[in-house]
């Protein structure tokens, strides 16, 4: 027990050593650091891919309700048998339940200006909704000029400058899913006019029809 406190009491008195320890140390807690940031840097990299893999998932489940809801309603429907369209009616309802099962659910981190910005613009796009069937024209041309304030691209039309600004205070996620479902009401309110037009002129709606999809 002497010799060992003997020992250590001359370590104490060398001051070199004393350094040599503490550059080890420090060597060892900055390769440490490093290890655990790059690990950091790569799980960061895996959660973004999750993220719009999640993403990419729930777009997917938008586009195949929209398809069946399509299939549904379309005019295909009306030129069958009334035991095919029964039957085709239930697939399609079987499918629609199968899709709805899938629950992904891609949170959006916002500070409360951004979720004030996203309550405005949804209750401008559900107020353009709630007039579509008053009227159904107005409403297209309102749907368009408030899509027109989300792209990039020139618009047609003139564009909502009041729903543009809002749009700008939304979080990027948020903005991309004002987007696409002002896209989807769009090309609903086009399938909704092609009906009107069958049901009011359907033998001149089904030739127009016919020569677009020969164009």
Do not use: W
């Amino acid at each position: 027990m002497a010799q060992a406190m003997i020992s250590a009491k001359a370590s104490e008195g060398q001051p070199a050593g004393q350094l040599r320890g503490r550059f080890f140390r420090s060597t060892s807690m900055a390769d440490c650091s490093s290890r655990l940031l790059q690990n950091l840097d790569q799980l960061e990299s895996r959660v973004e891919a999750l993220r719009d893999a999640a993403s990419a998932m729930e777009q997917e489940k938008e586009t195949l309700l929209e398809m069946i809801h399509n299939i549904q309603n379309s005019q295909d429907m009306r030129h069958i048998s009334e035991g095919e369209r029964e039957e085709l009616c239930l697939t399609a309802s079987r499918l629609m339940g199968r899709t709805l099962t899938v629950e992904v659910s891609v949170g959006t981190i916002r500070n409360p200006q951004q979720q004030e910005s996203l309550l405005h613009a949804t209750r401008m796009i559900d107020e353009v909704v709630n007039k579509l069937l008053d009227n159904l024209e107005d409403s297209k041309s309102r749907l368009m000029s408030l899509y027109g304030a989300c792209t990039s691209e020139v618009p047609s039309g003139p564009i909502d400058q009041k729903f543009q600004s809002v749009v700008i205070g939304c979080a990027i996620e948020d903005q991309k899913k004002i987007k696409r479902r002002l896209e989807t009401l769009l090309r609903n309110t086009e399938n909704s006019e092609k009906s009107i037009m069958l049901l009011e002129h359907p033998k001149s709606t089904v030739q127009q029809l016919c020569n677009n999809e020969q164009d």
